[in-house]
């Protein structure tokens, strides 16, 4: 089996329950979703939408780290885009693994001074694609070959692709049937208010309500611009997740893929969240590493 990936890096947990937990990535490319309403003017007007991601030349860069962020459209845009496809690394699951294993500081899940966990990530693009999800279970069995299996396992995800019956099960019987072992699901579903995309094609509460039944261990992640309609648009969701079996926490961003961007309306979000009740969570990477690719 070979991989098709855009990166991978080691740095602290930007956003939710586990901000600040040393982790391990790997960003595989393709995506189902594009939010190109993401930092726009208004979203849901795609003739104002401007894509950075369109116009630059990247007849020079030959790695995606010496891409710039972008302020406007998906901050990832290269790890689906077919215009980056010659930047994608390409790699056997024992390559891969190799690759990650040099990023851990002491080359094992276990840091060997502190005795402290690091988790495993899976991220992109978007990681739960049907033809990704083979991969991630032979990256995670390749590192237990090598008897350096991650206690905890997260995958970022937009929440819409179903899981396949094959991936539920080999999570049941190499997570959730073991006491020291995690899977958690960070779910961000994308709002039309926000990110420009229609809810019938991005908002998936049947979809993630399968994922709750494999592990109960989660977040649901919301991207919101502070207007009125992004507010609606979540208790309205929140409310059809939470009848679909998923009870996780509700934690809520701003929106805004550089640090400028988000301290436009961060407060102003992080207030109304607290006083509806959810969580907050500030996107630390941007704040630590101005949301650079490879952090």
Same mark, same amino acid.
């Given at each position: %089996?070979?991989?098709? /990936?855009?990166?991978?890096? #080691?740095?602290?947990?930007?956003?939710? +329950?586990?901000?600040?937990?040393?982790? *391990?990535?790997?960003?595989? &490319? *393709?995506?189902? *979703?594009?939010?190109?309403?993401?930092?726009?003017?208004?979203?849901?007007?795609?003739?104002?939408?401007?894509?950075? #991601?369109?116009?630059? @030349?990247?007849?020079?860069?030959?790695?995606?780290?010496?891409?710039?962020? &972008?302020? $406007?459209?998906? @901050?990832?845009? /290269?790890?689906? +885009?077919?215009?980056?496809?010659?930047?994608?690394? !390409? $790699?056997?699951?024992?390559?891969?693994?190799?690759?990650?294993?040099?990023? *851990?500081?002491?080359?094992?899940?276990?840091?060997?001074?502190?005795?402290?966990?690091? !988790?495993?990530?899976?991220?992109?693009?978007?990681?739960?694609?049907?033809?990704?999800?083979?991969? %991630?279970?032979?990256?995670?069995?390749?590192?237990?070959?090598?008897?350096?299996?991650?206690?905890?396992?997260?995958?970022?995800?937009?929440?819409?692709?179903?899981?396949? @019956?094959?991936?539920?099960?080999?999570?049941?019987?190499? #997570?959730?049937?073991?006491? !020291?072992?995690?899977?958690?699901?960070?779910?961000?579903?994308?709002?039309?208010?926000?990110?420009?995309?229609?809810?019938?094609?991005?908002?998936?509460?049947?979809?993630?309500?399968?994922?709750?039944?494999?592990?109960?261990?989660?977040?649901?992640? &919301? =991207? =919101?611009?502070?207007?009125?309609?992004?507010?609606?648009?979540?208790?309205?969701?929140?409310?059809? &997740?939470?009848?679909?079996?998923?009870?996780?926490?509700?934690?809520?961003?701003?929106?805004?893929?550089?640090?400028?961007?988000?301290?436009?309306?961060?407060?102003?979000?992080?207030?109304?969240?607290?006083?509806?009740? /959810? /969580?907050?969570?500030?996107?630390?990477?941007?704040?630590? #590493?101005?949301?650079?690719?490879?952090?």
């Amino acid at each position: %089996m070979n991989l098709q /990936y855009s990166e991978t890096f #080691y740095s602290p947990q930007g956003e939710g +329950a586990y901000v600040g937990i040393p982790s *391990l990535w790997l960003r595989f &490319f *393709l995506c189902n *979703l594009q939010c190109h309403g993401f930092g726009q003017d208004d979203p849901t007007d795609p003739d104002t939408w401007e894509l950075p #991601y369109e116009e630059i @030349d990247i007849s020079r860069i030959k790695v995606v780290e010496e891409l710039p962020v &972008f302020s $406007k459209g998906c @901050d990832s845009s /290269y790890t689906w +885009a077919r215009k980056y496809k010659h930047l994608i690394t !390409d $790699k056997t699951v024992e390559q891969a693994v190799d690759e990650l294993t040099t990023l *851990l500081p002491t080359g094992t899940f276990i840091h060997e001074k502190t005795g402290q966990n690091i !988790d495993m990530v899976f991220t992109g693009g978007e990681p739960m694609l049907k033809r990704t999800q083979p991969g %991630m279970m032979a990256i995670v069995e390749e590192f237990g070959n090598r008897d350096n299996m991650p206690s905890r396992v997260t995958i970022e995800t937009n929440g819409t692709m179903p899981i396949t @019956d094959d991936f539920a099960r080999w999570i049941e019987e190499n #997570y959730t049937s073991w006491y !020291d072992r995690e899977w958690y699901w960070s779910v961000s579903p994308k709002l039309w208010s926000t990110a420009g995309e229609k809810a019938k094609k991005a908002i998936k509460p049947e979809v993630v309500g399968k994922y709750a039944k494999v592990s109960d261990h989660g977040q649901l992640k &919301f =991207v =919101v611009n502070g207007s009125q309609e992004s507010w609606i648009e979540v208790e309205e969701n929140v409310e059809q &997740f939470r009848l679909n079996g998923c009870d996780w926490p509700v934690w809520i961003m701003g929106v805004g893929g550089t640090v400028e961007g988000l301290k436009m309306t961060e407060a102003m979000i992080a207030d109304e969240a607290i006083q509806r009740g /959810y /969580y907050y969570t500030s996107r630390v990477h941007a704040h630590i #590493y101005g949301n650079a690719i490879g952090k």
